[in-house]
C-alpha cells in the first residue's frame, strides 16, 4: 500500500529509525503506526522504539520562569528509575524543555491530544482558504492534509523545532536522550502561564523575548 510522507514522519519522530525502514514498517503494518512501531522493535531497528512500551514513572517536574516573571512554565518528564532522573544530563534535558515551551508556546504534547471539534474546525477554515484560492476541487484535500501538518508542527509540542537546534523536532530530541541514556523518556504534560493572559492590555512580544534569551545561551 501507498504511505503517505506525514505518517513516515510521525513514525521516524517515535523511533528514531531511519526514513526507509519506517516506510517498509508502515507498509508492513498496512498503515497503522502502533503496528509499524512493533515492527521496528522485532526487527531491532530503532533504540527508541525497544524501549517504547516500557514503563516510565519516574522523573521531574521542571519550572522555568522568563525574567521579570512574565512567563512560567511546569513540564513533567517520565523516565524509567529515579537513578536516570537525578541524572544531569536529564535533569538539563528537561530544563530545556520547559525553556522550550516558554519560547514556542504550544498546546498539546503530541497530535493525538487534539480534540476532534478543533481538528475539524481547522480543517474547515483550511479547505474553504484553498477554494478561495481558486484551487481545484479534486486537490483541495490532499492541500489541507499538508496544511494540517503545519498546524501539528505549530501547536504539538513533539513536532516543533528545538529552539536551541531548530534542525531537529522535539522528537528527534527526545528519540536522542533515549538512546543516550537507555530508558524510555516520556513528556506527559505541561502548563504555560502568560502574565495578563486573556485579559486586555497592549500587545507586549514576550515569546520572541524567551527566543532571544534562549539563542543566547
Not at 517498509?24 to 498503515?31: F, H, I, S
Not at 505541561?190 to 500587545?203: P, S
Request: charged letters at 35%.
Amino acid at each position: 500500500m501507498a504511505v503517505n510522507a506525514s505518517a513516515v514522519k510521525e513514525l521516524r519522530e517515535k523511533t528514531g529509525a531511519g526514513m526507509l525502514d519506517c516506510k517498509k514498517a508502515l507498509e508492513e503494518a498496512e498503515g497503522n503506526i502502533d503496528k509499524a512501531i512493533e515492527v521496528l522493535r522485532e526487527k531491532g531497528l530503532s533504540a527508541a522504539a525497544n524501549k517504547a512500551g516500557r514503563a516510565a514513572t519516574e522523573g521531574a517536574v521542571a519550572s522555568y520562569i522568563h525574567a521579570g516573571g512574565r512567563i512560567g512554565v511546569l513540564v513533567e518528564i517520565n523516565c524509567e528509575t529515579d537513578f536516570v532522573a537525578k541524572n544531569e544530563g536529564f535533569q538539563e534535558f528537561v530544563r530545556d524543555i520547559a525553556m522550550h515551551i516558554a519560547a514556542s508556546n504550544p498546546k498539546f504534547v503530541r497530535r493525538e491530544e487534539v480534540p476532534q471539534a478543533e481538528l475539524d474546525k481547522e480543517r474547515e477554515i483550511l479547505r474553504t482558504q484553498a477554494l478561495n484560492e481558486g484551487k481545484p476541487e479534486k486537490i483541495v484535500d490532499k492541500m489541507v492534509d499538508g496544511r494540517m501538518n503545519k498546524y501539528y508542527e505549530e501547536y504539538c509540542l513533539l513536532e516543533q523545532s528545538f529552539v536551541k537546534d531548530p534542525d531537529k523536532t522535539v522528537a528527534e530530541l527526545v528519540n536522542e536522550k533515549i538512546s543516550t541514556i537507555g530508558e524510555n523518556i516520556s513528556i506527559r504534560r505541561f502548563v504555560r502561564y502568560e502574565l495578563g493572559e486573556g485579559l486586555e492590555k497592549k500587545e507586549d512580544n514576550f515569546v520572541d523575548e524567551v527566543m532571544a534569551q534562549v539563542k543566547g545561551q
